[in-house]
């Protein structure tokens, strides 16, 4: 049974930080890739970075700069730095087995989810 456990987020002011961390268990890590989505009220659920096997890791455009992942075996980390209103969102990490030529921000092609927690940055 794979299982993907995060948390981390929280409350915090514009300009603030949190990191957020995501343990998978169920699968091997060395063909597992994971990654970070959030989806505001309204909104699809849309990519924030990601973290292959192979120690790739990028930050969607949206974030870059701001927001870091970094990867140990089966545990992620998004560390998110200078905080905007508009990151108000529930973030969900993902994961999926197998690698291959495929966009690592498409929430279609990852077949397992955390539960999300939810970030709210007030002015």
């Known amino acids: 049974q794979v299982q993907l456990v995060e948390s981390g987020g929280g409350s915090v002011q514009s300009g603030g930080s949190l990191r957020l961390s995501c343990a998978a268990s169920g699968l091997a890590y060395w063909n597992l890739y994971m990654g970070w989505f959030r989806q505001a009220p309204g909104k699809e659920r849309e990519g924030v970075a990601y973290a292959d096997p192979d120690d790739t890791e990028r930050s969607a455009n949206s974030v870059e700069g701001r927001f870091t992942i970094s990867r140990d075996k089966n545990i992620v980390w998004l560390q998110m730095n200078t905080l905007k209103v508009e990151d108000t969102a529930m973030y969900y990490c993902?994961?999926?087995w197998g690698g291959g030529n495929w966009n690592r921000f498409d929430r279609n092609e990852y077949k397992y989810w955390g539960q999300g927690t939810q970030v709210t940055v007030s002015s």
């Open positions: 993902s994961a999926r």
